[in-house]
């Protein structure tokens, strides 16, 4: 089992915590100096990859509360 762990927050990022490598489109490795990193999983923040907690104001909601609430909506316009 790995030393990694990357774990989907609600309606938020996914935070990698481990020894891990970062390493861009290019092939380069990124030198990150902390051990646990956030990275955005709505498109918001204006520092990509990393969430800067934007998705908190933008009111991003995770696909599975996404897929509930769509649910929720098409349920109740055909009752
Ligand atoms: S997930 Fe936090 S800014 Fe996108």
Redesign the pocket.
């Known amino acids: 089992m790995s030393d990694v762990s990357i774990t989907i927050r609600r309606n938020?990022?996914l935070v990698v915590q481990g020894p891990f490598q970062f390493i861009d489109s290019n092939g380069q490795t990124i030198t990150v100096d902390k051990p646990v990193i956030?990275?955005?999983?709505?498109?918001?923040?204006t520092n990509k990859p990393f969430?800067?907690?934007?998705?908190?104001k933008i009111g991003?909601q995770g696909a599975e509360a996404a897929v509930l609430a769509a649910e929720a909506a098409k349920a109740q316009s055909s009752s």
């Open positions: 938020g990022p956030a990275l955005c999983r709505c498109g918001g923040s969430c800067d907690g934007t998705h908190s991003f």
